[in-house]
């Protein structure tokens, strides 16, 4: 498993801007994806975005396409994920995961942080 450690989540007014960042504890493999998923109260686990650690393949949720951007730095062993245009209803707890292949499926990732608030007001 690698160890996850998320940070950046606050408070934020509509519009605003936050970048997440989310580093590993190890190196990671080439094959691996890196991805964040968000829950917000009362509501399932979902997909926000992914990359590809070796080419930097992106996917993002129809929700966040053009407002969110993630990225990675592989020196640091580092993920991003910089949110601009918040709106109230981005409000969750932001998680980062990773896992081999491709998958965006929450029960697919084998390795999971512990997340960080972001809670946008209106």
């Known amino acids: 498993q690698v160890q996850l450690v998320e940070s950046g989540g606050g408070l934020v007014q509509a519009g605003g801007s936050l970048r997440l960042s989310c580093a590993a504890s190890?190196?990671?493999?080439?094959?691996?994806?890196m991805a964040w998923f968000r829950q917000a109260p009362g509501k399932e686990r979902e997909f926000v975005a992914r990359?590809?650690?070796?080419?930097?393949?992106?996917l993002y949720a129809d929700s966040v396409k053009v407002r969110f951007t993630i990225s990675t730095d592989n020196a640091k062993n580092t993920v991003y994920l910089q949110m601009n245009s918040l709106k109230p209803e981005d409000t969750a707890v932001y998680y980062c995961?990773?896992?081999?292949?491709?998958?965006?499926?929450?029960?697919?990732?084998?390795?999971w942080g512990k997340g960080t608030l972001v809670t946008v007001s209106s």
């Open positions: 990359i590809t650690w070796s080419g930097g393949s992106t």
């Open positions: 995961a990773t896992t081999f292949g491709s998958s965006r499926r929450v029960d697919a990732m084998d390795s």
């Open positions: 190890v190196r990671t493999f080439s094959s691996r994806v």
